[in-house]
């Protein structure tokens, strides 16, 4: 089922109320099999637990008592947060990375002819940024953080604690994100 339509179960459902605050006390909706299928979507189109609640018309509580009660809701609520979750894996290793992208430029000439269209590659450099934050949470062993000074206006200084030889791979990382190195290790032809 798609989002429009899942959108218009939901009106019917709560009646012309919005999230949890139009649902009575007097009003319980009761689990339907469907359920486990909307609540995957709703989850991979990146819906926390309260917009999920609010769009069944139920407290958070009830929807952890659904996932206890009924296993192919759990599985669906497990499948969609897994695969939002993936996704943002994803795009932040890219941005990590650094990654190249086809793209097509439209350009006109005094408004007498049909739009050009150019087709292109675009490249975005690696995110030293995104590096950090990727390797903290995937390899905190090599990459934690710690406070070693307290300045007297109250910020600490940090200090990030790594391996001479992920040290060295990070070293190349901001080359490439600077420019003076390629990705494969080349310096490019207008350095």
Same mark, same amino acid.
């Given at each position: 089922?798609?989002?429009?339509?899942?959108? #218009?179960?939901?009106?019917?459902?709560?009646?012309?109320? @919005?999230?949890? +605050?139009?649902?009575? /006390? *007097?009003?319980?909706?009761?689990?339907?099999?469907?359920? !486990?299928?909307?609540?995957?979507?709703? $989850? #991979?189109? @990146?819906?926390?637990d309260?917009?999920?609640? &609010?769009?069944?018309?139920? =407290?958070?509580?009830?929807?952890?008592? %659904?996932? *206890? =009660?009924? &296993?192919?809701? /759990?599985? &669906?609520v +497990? *499948?969609?947060r897994? %695969?939002?979750? !993936?996704?943002?894996?994803?795009?932040?290793?890219?941005? !990590?990375? @650094?990654?190249?992208?086809?793209?097509? #430029?439209?350009?006109? +000439?005094?408004? #007498?002819?049909?739009?050009?269209?150019?087709? $292109?590659?675009?490249?975005?450099?690696?995110?030293? =940024? !995104?590096?950090?934050?990727?390797?903290?949470?995937?390899?905190?062993?090599?990459w934690?953080?710690?406070?070693?000074?307290?300045?007297?206006?109250?910020? &600490?200084?940090?200090?990030?604690?790594?391996s001479?030889?992920?040290?060295e791979?990070?070293r190349?990382?901001?080359?490439?994100?600077?420019?003076?190195?390629?990705?494969?290790?080349?310096?490019?032809?207008?350095?």
């Amino acid at each position: 089922m798609g989002v429009k339509k899942m959108m #218009k179960v939901k009106k019917k459902m709560m009646k012309g109320g @919005g999230g949890t +605050r139009g649902v009575s /006390a *007097r009003v319980r909706v009761r689990y339907r099999e469907e359920y !486990a299928g909307w609540v995957e979507k709703l $989850y #991979k189109l @990146g819906a926390g637990d309260e917009e999920v609640a &609010g769009f069944f018309g139920v =407290r958070v509580e009830v929807l952890e008592r %659904w996932m *206890r =009660r009924h &296993g192919e809701f /759990a599985e &669906g609520v +497990r *499948r969609g947060r897994m %695969w939002a979750d !993936a996704e943002v894996a994803e795009r932040l290793f890219q941005r !990590a990375m @650094g990654y190249s992208r086809e793209v097509v #430029k439209v350009m006109s +000439r005094g408004g #007498k002819e049909e739009p050009v269209r150019v087709p $292109y590659e675009e490249h975005y450099p690696p995110d030293v =940024r !995104a590096c950090i934050f990727w390797l903290r949470n995937r390899r905190p062993d090599l990459w934690r953080e710690r406070v070693l000074l307290e300045s007297g206006d109250g910020e &600490g200084t940090m200090l990030l604690e790594v391996s001479e030889e992920v040290l060295e791979e990070m070293r190349g990382m901001v080359k490439v994100a600077e420019g003076v190195v390629g990705p494969g290790g080349e310096v490019p032809s207008d350095q």
